[in-house]
């Protein structure tokens, strides 16, 4: 038996399954977020131990699983989100996640400055961003919100879960790669930007390859449940799971993910050239992944539902279904924040075709990220998951706009990390 866990932005989720990667159960746990001025999101640490022992505690429940049938536990992460320790391995401030906007001025003002207008060659990204590991640690560090102290040490989410259970503060090259710390072309801390922030790579976690393992539990992890002896695999950020369990890198496909934002993933052989339209890293078996994401996706429905139907998404979508192009369709603009707005209006148009406005938008978006990731069409099909793939006039209009068929898949990121667990035991046994 395997348990996963992944430490999402809106829950912690964990599950088991078997040797064949058959689901034996799964929990969930909601974060708590606290929003301080200024466009702080901050989780507080004492809440994320309870989750991780809440999610652990259901899904053995829920799967009837003893915890000393497990084999290994595998883990993936939402990026970025980070916290300061002591040397004693207490946390001195909250966690502090990867949508707080605080930086967002340090970030355009350090944009030309060196060595931060070379991050896009060494990172995921290909241009500053306020949620980057590195732009909240200057902008913090500047600001005082976080006190320098001789021996803290910053830890990425995972490699505190990774310590809590196994004593070592771990961190896999797919993260690391995505906190603006890493240099993905030397493989190791980034030392010029680290001295800008005078911080010793002592001070952050080790790193390992994705697909890895950070170490074994032990007694400590009695405290949540979990016997001592048991490898821990880092499965990297969520999407990258997600691809691995719908084996993108055996059937060279496209993976489109609808879900709360549009994520379009494929794999390559090479470390893809730094863009600012694509986010990159390394992926398992010495592959690379490139990636676009757009954040105004499901959010974006979820929006049109509650204005227009009532926040009933079956309704929305069999409204879409009844509009009539006759009468025209306006045009939608959709944003982050507010939702969306539209242009193009006439007094002939109704609800059904503001619906249908929405969906043809993000769908158009969705097409471009395709284009974007895979422009030669390169791949051999386009695989979708996400709930947005169990609609199929939004489907239906991405292939229009794509001129490629998509089939529908699962593609869990629990179930991905539980396959690399599996996988790395049959690859280390002895």
Same mark, same amino acid.
């Given at each position: ?257 609808? $879900?709360?934002?549009?994520? /379009?993933?494929?794999?390559?052989? =090479? +470390?893809?050239?730094? &863009?600012?339209?694509? *986010?990159?890293? #390394? ?66 148009? $109704?609800?059904?075709?503001? /619906?249908?406005?929405?969906?043809? =938008? +993000?769908?158009?978006? &969705?097409?471009?990220? *395709?284009?974007? #990731? ?57």
């Amino acid at each position: 038996m395997y348990l996963s866990i992944d430490l999402g932005s809106t829950q912690f989720k964990a599950a088991v399954f078997d040797a064949n990667l058959e689901l034996l159960g799964k929990s969930a746990y909601t974060l708590k977020y606290h929003y301080p001025p200024n466009g702080g999101v901050e989780l507080n640490p004492t809440d994320l131990v309870s989750g991780l022992k809440y999610i652990i505690k259901e899904v053995l429940k829920s799967a009837t699983v003893k915890p000393t049938l497990l084999k290994a536990i595998a883990i993936d992460s939402q990026a970025q989100t980070f916290a300061v320790f002591d040397e004693k391995g207490t946390a001195v401030t909250p966690f502090f996640s990867w949508l707080d906007e605080r930086a967002s001025t340090t970030a355009a003002r350090m944009a030309s400055v060196p060595p931060w207008n070379n991050l896009a060659r060494h990172s995921s990204f290909g241009y500053l961003l306020a949620g980057l590991q590195a732009c909240m640690l200057k902008h913090f560090l500047k600001t005082n919100i976080i006190k320098k102290r001789k021996n803290s040490r910053f830890l990425l989410l995972p490699a505190w879960i990774t310590e809590l259970l196994t004593e070592k503060a771990v961190v896999d090259d797919n993260l690391a790669g995505m906190s603006g710390l890493f240099s993905l072309i030397e493989g190791r801390w980034w030392n010029n930007i680290l001295e800008d922030l005078t911080i010793a790579p002592q001070q952050l976690p080790d790193v390992i390859p994705i697909g890895t393992s950070a170490g074994t539990t032990t007694t400590r992890a009695e405290k949540f449940g979990l016997p001592a002896g048991l490898p821990v695999i880092l499965a990297g950020n969520d999407q990258t799971a997600g691809a691995y369990g719908a084996r993108i890198e055996e059937s060279k496909s496209v993976l489109l993910t609808l $879900g709360t934002a549009h994520v /379009v993933y494929a794999v390559s052989k =090479s +470390l893809p050239k730094p &863009s600012r339209d694509i *986010i990159r890293g #390394v992926y398992p078996g010495n592959l690379f992944y490139r990636m676009s994401a757009d954040s105004c996706g499901g959010n974006v429905i979820t929006w049109g539902t509650n204005l227009l139907t009532d926040g009933n998404y079956d309704n929305f979508f069999c409204l879409a279904e009844r509009s009539d192009k006759r009468k025209g369709i306006p045009s939608f603009n959709p944003e982050i924040i507010k939702g969306g707005s539209w242009t193009d209006i006439s007094i002939s148009q $109704g609800p059904s075709e503001f /619906v249908f406005s929405i969906i043809d =938008s +993000l769908a158009q978006r &969705s097409a471009r990220m *395709i284009d974007t #990731v895979d422009p030669h069409c390169a791949c051999k099909g386009i695989l979708a998951a996400g709930g947005g793939s169990r609609r199929p006039l939004f489907v239906k209009l991405i292939e229009k706009y794509a001129k490629r068929k998509i089939r529908t898949i699962s593609a869990d990121p629990l179930q991905g990390a539980a396959r690399m667990a599996v996988q790395y035991l049959v690859d280390n046994r002895k």
